[in-house]
């Protein structure tokens, strides 16, 4: 059969295209080694040599197949500076964000509990979302839970390790894993907390918060790139005091809770809809049809 053009999504199914003269574009959802790489530094002495050799291995594909394809796309302008500066040169590459499904994620019905609840979402094959983790655990919700004694947090995400399991041993905390309908999570959350401090792309999570009307206290890289105002859209920090301190306060201001919800979802209905994103695609394809 004959292709007009090839779409691969993320790198890693780029060796599975056999050789052909058909255009290829290559969307990248993140830099992928950025995140073994930050993961690998803080990592045991004795295992840093062993994951340095993981790490230099998809930081050459991922290039290699950066540097074939004929065209990119990557989920913000900061990922495809990133990827230019890398290269030393300028690429074919169109910034196409990621989006939310908004008939989805509007049909959320909040439904909150009595105690204040923090929610923690994401999926944990992904080690920037494990390192997230144990830091609300180590560093962040002892000082919650010290302004806030009847504070609870949910933890819910695809995979969880034992020792993610293991947490659940508090009171104060549930591990959920992977549930059914996500929008329950967001429905029962009065504050999503995202302390992300590896990796690139475009966090699904944070999107998907916004549009339920769910508040999020996110480090300042875990919103990169999607053009929030700290203080309007989302509430940003980068140390785990700081987070802490967001976190408990915005517990505890309800109007500033509702203000930050309507606007949230004014926002991601403006700029990160389906119907706006497909549009920006289609014309990507255009360019080679």
């Keep these: 059969s004959h292709y007009d053009l090839i779409h691969a999504e993320t790198f890693y199914m780029m060796p599975n295209i056999p050789p052909t003269n058909t255009p290829i574009i290559l969307a990248e959802q993140t830099i992928e080694y950025l995140g073994y790489q930050d993961y690998m530094k803080k990592a045991n002495l004795l295992l840093r040599p062993i994951l340095a050799i ?51 994620f509007s049909k959320t019905k909040k439904s909150l509990p009595k105690d204040p609840t923090v929610l923690f979402v994401g999926t944990f094959k992904w080690l920037p979302n494990i390192e997230a983790v144990d830091e609300i655990i180590n560093k962040i919700w002892p000082k919650i839970i010290k302004a806030l004694p009847t504070a609870k947090l949910k933890i ?41 401090r590896s990796g690139k792309g475009t966090r699904y999570k944070v999107l998907e918060a916004m549009v339920t009307g769910t508040p999020v206290v996110a480090t300042n890289l875990a919103v990169e790139g999607m053009g929030l105002v700290p203080g309007e859209h989302v509430l940003t920090a980068d140390t ?29 209905h403006k700029h990160f809809s389906w119907d706006t994103i497909a549009k920006d695609l289609d014309g990507v394809y255009k360019e080679f049809l």
């Design 240 to 268: 785990a005091t700081s987070l802490a301190k967001k976190t408990a306060e915005l517990l505890t201001d309800t109007p500033l809770q509702n203000k930050m919800a309507k606007t949230s979802i004014k926002f991601v």
């Design 156 to 196: 819910v995400g695809f995979s969880p390790t034992s020792k993610i399991k293991s947490y659940a041993q508090d009171a104060s905390i549930e591990v959920l894993g992977g549930i059914d309908d996500i929008r329950d999570a967001f429905a029962a959350a009065h504050v999503l907390l995202a302390p992300i």
């Design 54 to 104: 993981d790490v230099m291995k998809i930081k050459y594909w991922e290039r290699k197949f950066w540097n074939k394809a004929d065209k990119l796309i990557t989920m913000s302008e900061d990922d495809k500076q990133f990827i230019e500066h890398e290269l030393h040169r300028k690429l074919n590459i169109s910034v196409v964000a990621n989006g939310v499904d908004l008939d989805f």
